[in-house]
């Protein structure tokens, strides 16, 4: 058995009618549909330390999971509550592997763009002073280690992320001031989830009056999270269009996996899409 990166728990509100323990499962790059047993989905050996899993089941889990069963079972929910589910979601934002590919994505961004400048006004010097050219490539072979030091460094800061995925504070601060509204659907609609669980709009991130995070709940609850004004944490009776737009947010920024309680053929297709359409939510 593999370690989850994404908690059994939270997949079970997404479970089959009558089959608590089975999920459909989606693969956007096989195009695979199954159903399967939730205890073999969303894992993968040696994801984590079992240190790392415990802290993950005790520390960030344990807590959110009470918060969760309440939300699931429209029960209001308190402050801490709140900080609770906060946490889980920005650590579920670093814990899946999509957050383990914009860990790697960013590191080596960063590290190129301080290299290549710093390259380019030696390279110029060179040009505008040929007599400093000895002193000028003993610095550029002086670069050449510095970057192997480096990235040797890079390396080691990324796998301490991947050894223990950080509770990233800015997403964790944003969702804990953002205005919360839980929506709720009995029939019609149903929601999915993903390997990648915890959608935002990376272009705006989280402090734009624009952000919004959405987060879906169970099969039947969703939760938004944006800066708008309003009582939070209320309860809010879902439209058809707002399960909708949940859905494509869902199936688009899923990196492979889609989980969801019935097997439904435009899961596959919205997730195949390059360019999705999705829009804000807006509310009276």
């Given at each position: 058995?593999?370690?989850?990166?994404v908690p059994?728990?939270?997949?079970?509100?997404?479970?089959?009618?009558?089959?608590?323990?089975?999920?459909?499962?989606?693969?956007?790059?096989?195009?695979?549909?199954?159903?399967?047993?939730?205890?073999?989905?969303?894992?993968?050996?040696?994801?984590?330390?079992?240190?790392?899993?415990?802290?993950?089941?005790?520390?960030?889990?344990?807590?959110?999971?009470?918060?969760?069963?309440?939300?699931?079972?429209?029960?209001?929910?308190?402050?801490?509550?709140?900080?609770?589910?906060?946490?889980?979601?920005?650590?579920?934002?670093?814990?899946?592997?999509?957050?383990?590919?914009?860990?790697?994505?960013?590191?080596?961004?960063?590290?190129?763009?301080?290299?290549?400048?710093?390259?380019?006004?030696?390279?110029?010097?060179?040009?505008?002073?040929?007599?400093?050219?000895?002193?000028?490539?003993?610095?550029?072979?002086?670069?050449?280690?510095?970057?192997?030091?480096?990235?040797?460094?890079?390396?080691?800061?990324?796998?301490?992320?991947?050894?223990?995925?950080?509770?990233?504070?800015?997403?964790?601060?944003?969702?804990?001031?953002?205005?919360?509204?839980?929506?709720?659907?009995?029939?019609?609609?149903?929601?999915?989830?993903?390997?990648?669980?915890?959608?935002?709009?990376?272009?705006?991130?989280?402090?734009?009056?624009?952000?919004?995070?959405?987060f879906p709940?169970s099969k039947?609850?969703?939760?938004?999270?944006?800066?708008?004004?309003?009582?939070?944490?209320?309860?809010?009776?879902?439209?058809?269009?707002?399960?909708?737009?949940?859905?494509?947010?869902?199936?688009?920024?899923?990196?492979?996996?889609?989980?969801?309680?019935?097997?439904?053929?435009?899961?596959?297709?919205?997730?195949?899409?390059?360019?999705?359409?999705?829009?804000?939510?807006?509310?009276?």
């Amino acid at each position: 058995m593999g370690k989850h990166y994404v908690p059994q728990f939270y997949l079970k509100g997404f479970s089959v009618a009558g089959e608590p323990s089975s999920i459909w499962l989606y693969d956007k790059h096989t195009g695979r549909v199954a159903l399967a047993a939730i205890d073999k989905v969303a894992q993968q050996v040696a994801f984590y330390p079992d240190e790392v899993e415990e802290w993950l089941t005790e520390e960030i889990e344990k807590p959110a999971n009470a918060v969760l069963d309440k939300m699931r079972r429209r029960v209001t929910i308190a402050p801490d509550d709140k900080r609770h589910l906060c946490d889980y979601m920005a650590v579920m934002l670093t814990r899946v592997p999509k957050g383990r590919e914009r860990i790697k994505a960013h590191f080596p961004q960063a590290m190129e763009n301080v290299f290549r400048r710093t390259e380019a006004q030696l390279a110029r010097r060179m040009s505008e002073r040929p007599d400093l050219a000895p002193q000028l490539e003993r610095m550029l072979l002086a670069l050449k280690v510095w970057r192997a030091e480096y990235e040797r460094l890079v390396r080691q800061r990324a796998e301490r992320h991947f050894a223990r995925p950080p509770l990233w504070p800015q997403p964790c601060s944003a969702l804990n001031t953002m205005t919360w509204r839980i929506l709720v659907c009995d029939g019609g609609s149903t929601l999915i989830t993903s390997d990648n669980p915890v959608f935002y709009f990376e272009r705006w991130g989280f402090a734009s009056r624009n952000s919004e995070v959405s987060f879906p709940i169970s099969k039947d609850v969703a939760l938004w999270a944006g800066w708008t004004k309003g009582r939070d944490m209320s309860y809010w009776q879902a439209r058809k269009q707002d399960f909708m737009e949940f859905n494509c947010r869902t199936a688009s920024a899923a990196m492979r996996f889609l989980f969801g309680p019935v097997k439904e053929n435009w899961v596959l297709r919205v997730a195949k899409k390059a360019r999705p359409s999705l829009g804000r939510l807006t509310w009276e």
